[in-house]
């Protein structure tokens, strides 16, 4: 069942891929190639960092998945087109809420701390689309105000925290469940973090630090 | 023979990185570091995703190569830029088709499945080129039409297939000719693919998906 | 003291991530991932490139200093804004300097070659940096002409050339310090190389290699 929806999360992933890569003209192959990067980066990148072996090359099917999901949607797109568009966004929360808690137990299953494993869970469901945004020329996930990663945050926090005082799976569900309901609250009523807790400054004279461009 | 092309494609990479960097008034540093990126990007990357040692710490000809060819293009690119474009630009397709079946063998010598290794290929050979363009702010090599990474695509399933049939050292120079040709009639006739191979979108309402910007 | 020192470096380095990153109305969980990735980004490309432990996976200091630095210059930005904006540079030479020298030494110590040390002296201490940029959409550092890069460039150099003629402390504190003052006399009078020894390039016939875009 998790192991189907892990399928889920990874084809919605690379979907999301391949619907923002449609905004320049791109051929097929380009395509296919924004969305195995989508799909498969913030696992990727989160193996690395571990130092265990990349997921997609231990087990194949995640790669395939992401592959024929990418091709699909290339050869589908009329038909995704009149598709609810929050479908899409629901399928994607749940593929998010589902892989960060995954990497979250795999980073306490190594002995990381639970700090390190919340992190990890950041990076796993979020790597891959700001790669995405890097790759397509466009302003990553992270410069929008959405309640993307804060969900993650506060739903992984959550996880660690209770685990440890119950060690039951039915905390794993809930956790994943929290992710998802924040996230498809804020799906529905394109919900942001309060003003309070945003910041934007428009003074020129910190430009200096760290080797920035003038 | 093989070893030399490799150093080959290697210098031309950098050159190309350096070239890149030109755009913007950059130091000589600046444009070195954005050369060795681009010529040593693609094999790292594949070498930390496949676990093994980084080759340019394993040998560091390689290094030097992208080092030194970085700082002769800065130095003489006045000549350089009286050569024919289209010269770098086939042995550029040279290292590409090198590299990519390098790649491959490389993966299939570890074990991995036939399309983990086209996959290898193609990180392989176009990773340096997207950091370049990351890295000076430009639309990544992803973003354009041309035939740049079909090719390496293409070349690499045949090999993938035929040297399952006929595993000889003849089928590895037909798919390095087999990506160069493809490569060199694609800069010779500016070819990229038919339109029904391609796909833009124009309607805003896919931006809901994963986090995106509105 | 270098172990208090490098936690300063971090502190900065996820202090100028999130200054960065208010130059968009970005939410505080979004911050702090900027933050973070600034802080730690240039250290563990060199773990991962050198496939040692990455160093905020083994002591979690560096994680908790950034978190934490990230979060106090979000909640105390209008203290920080005051503060002379030298001070901020100031700090960030200090962190470079110290990090670069630290890379060199892990890498001289893991048995590489000089030449291989210099460049993860250079990742460590500006990949953070670039990867900042990258996702807060920015020119990313390299494209700036100030001495950024190359104070660590030419300290690091200086560094291997020395200790291996002379192989005491006193050589890293020379070199820390060396690396310092260049990048403070760049902070104080905005140095940038002399003219001949950048590049720009305005035509436009070099747009054929390696697949850039037209």
Known sequence: MEYLLAQVGIAVFAM??????????????????VGLLTAVGGGTLRDVILDVPVFWLVDLTAFWVALGASFLTF?????????????????DAMGVA???IQAIDQALALGYPAAVAVV?????????????????????????????????????????LLIQLVPSPVIRLIAMGAIFVMRAIAIRWRLCLPLQLTLKIDQLDLT???????
């Open 75 to 91: 050869i589908g797109i009329r038909f995704i087109l009149r598709l609810p568009p929050r479908m899409l966004s629901y399928l």
């Open 208 to 214: 200096e630090l760290n080797g920035e461009k003038r």
């Open 120 to 160: 990890m869970g950041l990076v796993t469901s979020i790597a891959g689309g700001i790669v995405r945004d890097v790759v397509t020329n466009r302003p990553t996930l992270l410069l929008s105000r959405e309640f993307y990663a804060t969900p993650i945050l506060l739903g992984g926090i959550l996880y660690v």
């Open 98 to 100: 589902l892989f960060s």
């Open 16 to 33: 999301s891929g391949v619907l923002s890569a449609t905004r320049q003209r791109l051929d097929i192959f380009s395509i296919v190639v």
